[in-house]
């Protein structure tokens, strides 16, 4: 993209659509947790059924996920999906990470800094 010629927008997008339900689903498989969604609407919820997670001090029936109104957006849209079709046909660029790699790389690097930060809180010092 950075050695074209002239500058241009392009898309990076897989071509598949996923939900956030979907992505948070994945991100608990990926820490050994199992979700159950309960409610409708903005009551809905993700309670957690199963954590095969020594590392997390969590029990079933915990609430782990819970819908905030303040992060909707004024005018939601009811589809995102993205076209890269031009960066294929103009850079020969196609996607090769899986929505499930990804994920885990994001939920694993996550929980990394989530650690980091706990051991710098529990020594009260900065990295």
Request: glycine share 6%.
């Given at each position: ?35 159950e969604?309960?409610?409708e ?87």
């Open positions: 993209m950075l050695q074209q010629d002239q500058p241009q927008d392009y898309v990076i997008a897989t071509g598949e659509q996923r939900s956030v339900r979907d992505f948070v689903n994945a991100s608990a498989r990926n820490m050994g947790l199992e979700l969604w309960q409610g609407g903005r009551a809905e919820q993700a309670v957690l059924r199963t954590c095969n997670n020594q590392q997390f001090k969590c029990r079933a029936g915990d609430v782990l996920v819970r819908i905030d109104p303040r992060y909707f957006r004024p005018a939601e849209v009811e589809t995102l999906l993205g076209d890269a079709s031009k960066a294929e046909r103009e850079l020969g660029w196609k996607p090769k990470t899986s929505f499930d790699e990804l994920v885990r790389e994001m939920a694993l690097a996550d929980l990394n800094q989530a650690q980091e930060e706990a051991l710098v809180r529990q020594h009260r010092c900065k990295l």
